[in-house]
Every structure is written in structure tokens, then in C-alpha cells.
Nanobody
């Protein structure tokens, strides 16, 4: 069974930084894109950043220049470095991965989410 487990969320002051991590485990043959989405209270879930297995990344406009995404393919881990955090970055952050299990097809998996709160 495949699992994505996030860590690194918490409470930070405006202008501060946090680093989120997400580890994929289980019956994994290969992983394509990995990424982060977020959902603020009363809002729809939105894409924050994605990265392909080759390292090509994409960011939503609101985080460009402040967030970076990286991955360690050997560790099946994706990271989100968040700098210059703003109150509007407050949300539950979800990890997502497109992956193929041994003997299976490509599916999209989600983590359970980690809370990020930006407040003074």
C-alpha cells in the first residue's frame, strides 16, 4: 500500500520560513511528478508547486520567488522550502504524487496534509 507522509508544518511569523517534506513509501515502481497543493479555510484546494522526475518545476504566481521545490528521487521525497511567508500562505498543505505501483497503472496519491499558519 502506498503512503505519502508530510512533515514540517507549524506556526511561523510573517517573513519567516518553513520547510515541508513528503516521503512516499510502499509498493512503488516509479514516480513521475510530485507536488504540493494547499487549501485555506473556505477556499478551494489550489496547486502550489510541482516538480517532474527530471527536475522541471512549476509554481503558482503567488509564491514565485518565495518558494522552491526540490526532490530526492532515491529517497522518494519532495521538499517545499517556503521563505518570506505571508498570512495568506496559511493553509493545510497536501503532498501529491503521480506514481506507478509494481504491476499496476499510474495513479495519483495524496498525503494527509500538514498545517501551516503564518501569524504574528
Amino acid at each position: 500500500q502506498v503512503q505519502l507522509v508530510e512533515s514540517g508544518g507549524g506556526l511561523v511569523q510573517p517573513g519567516g520560513s518553513l520547510r515541508l517534506s513528503c516521503v512516499a513509501s510502499g509498493n512503488i515502481y516509479r514516480i513521475n511528478a510530485m507536488g504540493w497543493h494547499r487549501q485555506a479555510p473556505g477556499k478551494q484546494r489550489e496547486l502550489v508547486a510541482t516538480i517532474t522526475s527530471g527536475g522541471t518545476s512549476h509554481f503558482v504566481d503567488s509564491v514565485k520567488g518565495r518558494f522552491t521545490i526540490s526532490r530526492d528521487n532515491a529517497k522518494k521525497t519532495v521538499y517545499l522550502q517556503m521563505n518570506s511567508l505571508k498570512a495568506e500562505d496559511t493553509a493545510v498543505y497536501y503532498c501529491n504524487a503521480e506514481l506507478q505501483e509494481w504491476g499496476g497503472g499510474w495513479l495519483s496519491y495524496w498525503g494527509q496534509g500538514t498545517q501551516v499558519a503564518v501569524s504574528s
